[in-house]
């Protein structure tokens, strides 16, 4: 089993920053593969990005591209989001994921690819 915990989200301006961080615990706590996918009332949980934990290669959303970054801690078991330019269509909650075992292809951009989740931490972005 694997505990999932996402920090940082929180209320920023247009065009403001933040950064969510996503710790792993539990005893497989190393996973192959996480990512993180947003879900804005009304709507589908979406894909934001994920990263192979081992290379470290990344792949987002075009919604995202070249303003989201993710990064992994491995020593620390954390990821992280680091968010620039928000926009207001970027509010939503954030759900981060971790792929457990068993990593046969990637990038893995569906949640059903995935075997545990965070509980989930809201962004708005409103002025």
């Known amino acids: 089993q694997v505990q999932l915990v996402e920090s940082g989200g929180g209320l920023v301006q247009p065009g403001g920053s933040l950064t969510l961080s996503c710790a792993a615990s539990?005893?497989?706590?190393?996973?192959?593969?996480m990512g993180w996918f947003r879900q804005a009332p009304g709507k589908e949980r979406e894909f934001v990005s994920t990263?192979?934990?081992?290379?470290?290669?990344?792949v987002y959303a075009d919604s995202v591209k070249g303003r989201f970054t993710m990064s992994r801690d491995n020593a620390k078991k954390t990821v992280y989001l680091q968010m620039n330019s928000l926009k207001p269509e970027d509010t939503a909650v954030y759900y981060c994921?971790?792929?457990?075992?068993?990593?046969?292809?990637?990038?893995?951009?569906?949640?059903?690819?995935?075997?545990?989740w965070g509980q989930g931490t809201q962004v708005t972005v409103s002025s």
């Open positions: 994921a971790v792929k457990a075992y068993g990593l046969d292809y990637w990038p893995l951009k569906f949640k059903d690819e995935y075997d545990y």
């Open positions: 539990g005893r497989t706590a190393t996973g192959v593969a």
């Open positions: 990263i192979h934990l081992s290379v470290g290669s990344t």
